[in-house]
């Protein structure tokens, strides 16, 4: 043990405390105290692996921190006695050094000797003992009873000696009682451990086993929460090495239920009803302990049950203060259950919690009705309270009829304000109820899809499987649609409602404030400058006094829009521009005018020489450099005044904030605040008091946000982000930095947020893994600090500000602002709380949704959110990705909200505007249901579309004339539908260059044998088809080919150009194409959209003209020949055209 140090300092302190409280009862006559009877106080401690917590050991772990096994300790008024082995010895010599302690006496160590087996040490410690005081009453520790022959013999030295024996348990418990700021540290750690387990483990564990159906018996569920204790899996941020448990953990369901802590998990399965679940960490020696009753599928009557104990627990919590009796205190949580539920006073447990700390329970302080004990500052209690033996009718087998709620918590008592809950762990039912489907349901769904999968009989198991989630697949997405028609129905019905009660009155127009310079002419300034006739600035007034045709004349700053100076030759121009009706204004500089119709001036020029007179000092185009200077400074100071005072204009005015002087508020250090208070960011820090958070930074500016001012609170963790964040949005703005702001953040950089390129980084680098363990670390360590803020804060408040976390697995892309952000959804918002601006949007604020630009062959789609207030501008989210729509839509469909989508962006700016003119008209008019796909106005919209389309890709009048004119080229025709099929395989299968060229030198082999006469010949039949067109019908054509040629030497950019010019031309034709023609462009429309209808048509014609009637021509050789034939045929028809 010579390893191992005493901590000095807390020994005496806690040493002196003891004797000062012996010393007080004793010289108090009236004190009913045990230690005001006894002469010293004896102890021993021997070794006894069953007994796991003692007043002796307690009191050695109080005062050394450790336990001593095989020591005895005599405190007498004296002198401080340790008997005990030679290691133990060198331990304590430690407190040896204390000599000038003077307040108390000195510590006097006696070495074991087994020679005589402490014969002589035992009298030593006798002769102390008589000493001290009258030397007969002996202060023990009644229940404290160690074998081994060391205490046995001890005990029979006393027993010869005829001393009287007092208990003084219960006054030593009192006075270990209130906990010092280091046990508290210590207690609210042993705390940690006992939540973590309990929800990371013991709850997953049993959600996992009633999901899964599993049979599991209590003992093993027990045994598994002993092995979790000791996993830094579930425990985390203290030293598992000195974890262990305060009890066996207690799992209870099934009818069989006994509400004490000395109870066992039997060997019964886990019972899917009522399941109560104790267990308690124990750290350093110091007890934590919670208890949590899960309900499975519970009825009303019994989530009514246990709501009456929540409110019990709160009761007692409110009344356990420094200074109350704690037999009031359970009078007071007895008094509200015989108020509320008079028939279950029978059902509750006898007493409502005891004091703990190194010893689980302080069975002499308890909230009983027979307790006088005074709850004192810093004691730790253990809340636990029970209702027995009660009924459920409505179960569904005998195991459920009769059932038990227990709950309880670890407590520290406050002074002045309600006990401080330790084990944050959530206890409403919405987070203890387990509700599942019923087994009938389940049983018939299992039916139907059985009967899906034998309808199937026929067909492979893979396709069975397919074909049920097919339809699983589109049952879901019908589901959805039925839903949203019910939302739309539903929703137009609401916002008329809404509407019909909102005043239909009309902001009032604000007039532009008229400006006074001087109320009267005493005001005016009397100057040398005035008298002078010279430009002369009254800073005072905010003035400027010109002079016009001899008459100083003032003008307030107010009235000037804008000055400008310019040197031209030996003169100086001054230009004075003021604001008047029809002036361009900024955004902020506008306003109606008072007097409209009244004669304003527009502008004033002055000009001043720069020469300088024999005789004066400066030249006369000074004052205009002044002036223009003094006009310029005035005018800044005036705009900034001005602005902050539009800023405060709608203002909403705060309360005051109550400050708490409690230390123990919650409070968090080293944070940043965004927006910054200044241009330079401060960190500072964020403290709880009574009705709102004060943010003070270093430089001690002050940041108040009131309680009742938060609209939404969020707690975003560092999980995938550099920064970990609170984050308030207000109802109505506050002001800070002079600006006004609605959304207020804190936050700390978790790790670096740069990374040095430069630095040579390695695998196995012993820096950066070091660095990497750290980051983690501290990741950790402030996920746990703002975690335990955010839980503090919700107790303290009573949930009127709570936390949102967004889920990031919910998370989807988009652009609100300018950049691609991560938008995460909450329980009642969407949030991107990382970069600044922040985009807040609360759900109960948004009307629908509207998706644009939904279209298949488009990567992104917009969302545009409709806000109750349809007076708000809508907000917008740009280009989130298409394959998150199904996605966006279920999540909206899960949160009530309706949405819509269309293939085109509005503009909301003036559908808003509509809307909001005539109200009552467009709910008539079947309201927001025109943003619906199938809504009449979309249809026709589409239907045009469609027409237009076909129209822009029907073939052109030559080539229905040729169609039409001889059998040939309609079997052309034919054969370049085909071809163009097979070039658009060549397109897609995605040959190489190689291949290509191979293919293109094979079929110039081909083409050297090419029939050129029989080509010729046939191009002549064919010119002679279409000389039977009249004359009109060839100017027609030829124009046609014209543009056509101009069109195929463009770019492929402007396709949809040449399908309106085609379209156009074939519309003022008197020929209708073919069915046949007419199809092959709708094919290549669908799988090449690019290719433009002139390189088609030119494709048909050249086919037609070639005899082999090969479908593998290179891409290349066509384009080649292609270009040939079209410079003939442009000629042939530039030919006839002249004619």
């Known amino acids: ?184 540290i210590t207690i609210k750690k042993a705390c940690l451990v006992t939540v973590d387990v309990f929800t990371k483990y013991l709850k997953d564990q049993i959600m996992e086993i009633i999901d899964s159906d599993k049979k599991v018996k209590h003992s093993k569920l027990a045994e598994g929460v002993e092995t979790a204790v000791s996993d830094k899996k579930y425990v985390t941020g203290v030293d598992t090495s000195q974890v262990d448990m305060c009890y066996p953990p207690i799992i209870q369901s099934g009818g069989h239920y006994s509400l004490k802590f000395s109870a066992v998990s039997d060997k019964n399965h886990l019972h899917f009803g009522a399941i109560v679940c104790s267990l308690g960490a124990r750290y350093k020696s110091y007890c934590s302990n919670i208890v949590r009753t899960l309900l499975v599928n519970p009825t009303d009557e019994v989530q009514s049950n246990y709501n009456f104990l929540l409110n019990i627990e709160e009761e007692v919590m409110k009344s356990l203060v420094a200074g109350a009796k704690l037999s009031t205190v359970y009078e007071a949580g007895l008094a509200l259950a015989k108020k509320e539920k008079p028939n279950l006073v029978e059902n509750l447990t006898k007493s409502f919690g005891f004091a703990m700390g190194i010893e689980f329970r302080e069975s002499s302080i308890i909230i009983g009705p027979k307790t006088n004990v005074t709850a004192k500052k810093g004691m730790v209690f253990n809340i636990n309270i029970g209702l027995a033996n009660l009924t459920n009718s409505n179960a569904s087998d005998k195991e459920g009829k009769t059932y038990a709620l227990f709950i309880g918590d670890t407590v520290l008592v406050n002074e002045e304000q309600p006990a401080s809950l330790l084990t944050q762990s959530k206890k409403k039912v919405k987070n203890i ?78 007039l532009r404030k008229s400006t006074v310079s001087y109320k009267s002419i005493s005001q005016m300034p009397r100057e040398n400058e005035v008298k002078e006739l010279k ?61 409209p119709d009244a004669t304003f001036v527009k502008e004033v020029t002055y000009r001043s020489t720069n020469t300088k007179e024999p005789g004066e000092i400066s030249p006369p185009s000074s004052n205009l450099n002044t002036g223009f200077r003094l006009i310029k400074e005035v005018q800044k100071k005036f705009k900034t005044r001005e602005a902050e005072e539009r800023e405060k204009e709608d203002l909403v005015k705060q309360d005051t904030l109550i400050l708490s002087q409690n230390k123990g508020n919650p409070k968090l250090k080293d944070l940043y605040i965004r927006p910054n208070i200044v241009t330079k960011r401060m960190s500072g820090s964020l403290e709880a008091h009574t009705n709102g958070f004060r943010f003070t930074s270093v430089r001690g500016d002050k940041v108040d946000i009131l309680y009742n001012n938060i609209k939404n609170a969020f707690f975003q963790p560092c999980d995938g982000e550099m920064i970990i964040l609170l984050h308030f949005h207000l109802k109505h703005a506050i002001m800070f930095g002079k600006k006004k702001h609605v959304d207020v953040q804190f936050y700390t950089e978790v790790g670096e947020i740069t990374t040095d390129l430069g630095k040579h980084q390695h695998m196995h680098d012993r820096d950066d893994l070091a660095a990497e363990q750290s980051e983690r670390e501290l990741r950790h360590k402030l996920k746990v600090a703002f975690k335990s803020f955010c839980e503090r804060v919700e107790n303290m408040t009573k949930q009127e500000v709570e936390f949102d976390t967004p889920f990031r697995e919910l998370g989807f892309p988009g652009a609100p602002y300018r950049s691609t952000v991560l938008l995460q959804p909450t329980s009642g918002a969407l949030v991107n709380l990382t970069e600044w601006p ?64 269309g293939i085109q962006s509005l503009n909301w700016t003036k559908v808003m505007k509509t809307i909001t003119d005539d109200i009552e008209g467009f709910f008539e008019n079947g309201g927001w249901s025109f943003l619906d796909p199938e809504s009449d106005g979309e249809n026709e919209q589409e239907e045009e579309d469609s027409e237009d389309e076909d129209e822009a890709y029907e073939p052109t009048d030559a080539e229905s004339d040729e169609s039409e004119g001889s059998d040939y080229d309609s079997e052309a025709s034919d054969e370049s539908d085909a071809s163009g099929d097979s070039e658009e395989e060549d397109e897609e299968s995605g040959k190489d260059w190689s291949d290509l060229e191979r293919e293109a030198a094979e079929e110039d082999k081909k083409d050297r044998n090419f029939d050129r006469d029989d080509f010729d010949r046939k191009r002549k039949g064919r010119n002679q088809q279409r000389s039977y067109d009249s004359d009109e019908g060839a100017a027609k054509k030829s124009k046609h080919d014209k543009s056509n040629h101009k069109s195929s ?25 073919p069915s046949k023609n007419s199809s092959s462009p709708s094919k290549n429309r669908d799988k090449h959209h690019k290719s433009s209808h002139h390189d088609r048509h030119h494709k048909s014609d050249h086919k037609s003209s070639s005899k082999d009637k090969d479908k593998k021509h290179s891409s290349d050789h066509k384009s080649h020949k292609r270009s040939r034939d079209d410079s003939r045929e442009h000629g042939n028809s530039a030919k006839k055209a002249k004619k």
């Open 535 to 595: 430009l002369y600035v009254d800073r005072k007034y905010e003035t400027v006094i010109l002079p016009i045709f001899g008459v100083p004349v003032p003008f307030h700053i107010s009235t000037i829009k804008n000055i400008s100076q310019s040197v031209e030759g030996d003169y100086t121009y001054l230009r004075i521009n003021f604001f008047h009706p029809g002036a361009t204004m900024g955004r902020n500089e506008g306003g109606n005018y008072s007097q």
């Open 838 to 901: 922040p985009f807040v949007i609360a759900l109960e604020d948004v009307e629908l949704v509207h998706f644009e630009r939904v279209q298949f062959h488009l990567k992104n789609f917009d969302m545009v959110f409709v806000f109750k207030d349809y007076a708000k501008k809508v907000a917008m989210v740009n280009a989130v990705p298409m394959d998150m729509l199904d996605h966006v839509k279920e999540w909206l469909n899960s949160c009530d909200i309706r949405y819509s989508e």
């Open 1049 to 1073: 030497s463009s770019n492929h950019k402007s396709s949809s150009s040449n399908h309106k010019s085609s379209s156009s031309n074939h519309k003022s034709s008197s020929h209708k194409s």
């Open 433 to 510: 109820g387990i509700f599942l489907k019923d087994d009938d349901e389940e049983e018939e769904e299992e039916k139907e899809n059985k009967a899906e999968i034998l309808e199937n009989g026929g067909r492979g198991k893979r396709t069975a499987v397919i074909e049920s989630k097919l339809r699983t697949e589109h049952s879901s997405e019908e589901k959805r649609k039925e839903h949203q028609r019910e939302l739309a129905i539903s929703l137009n019905e609401k916002a008329k409602e809404r509407l019909a009660k909102q005043s239909t009155g009309k902001d009032t127009e604000k």
């Open 1 to 184: 043990m010579s390893n191992i140090s005493l901590d000095k300092e807390t020994f005496y302190r806690r040493m002196k405390k003891l004797y000062a409280t012996w010393k007080a009862v004793a010289s108090d006559p009236k004190s009913d105290d045990a230690l005001s009877k006894v002469d010293c106080l004896v102890s021993c401690v021997g070794v006894d692996e069953e007994t796991l917590y003692s007043k002796s050991t307690s009191l050695q772990t109080w005062l050394f921190g450790y336990e001593l096994p095989d020591t005895i300790t005599v405190l007498t008024e004296h002198s401080m006695c340790f008997l005990a082995s030679k290691k133990k010895i060198e331990f304590l010599r430690q407190i040896e050094n204390g000599k000038d302690e003077t307040e108390l006496p000195p510590a006097k160590l006696l070495i074991r000797d087994r020679n005589d087996k402490d014969k002589e040490n035992f009298n030593k410690l006798l002769q102390e003992i008589k000493k001290s005081k009258s030397g007969k009453t002996l202060g023990i520790f009644v229940k404290d009873n160690y074998p081994g022959e060391f205490c046995e013999s001890w005990k029979a030295v006393l027993k010869g000696e005829k001393f009287e024996n007092v208990d003084v348990s219960s006054a030593i418990a009192l006075l270990m009682a209130p906990k010092e700021d280091s046990e508290i």
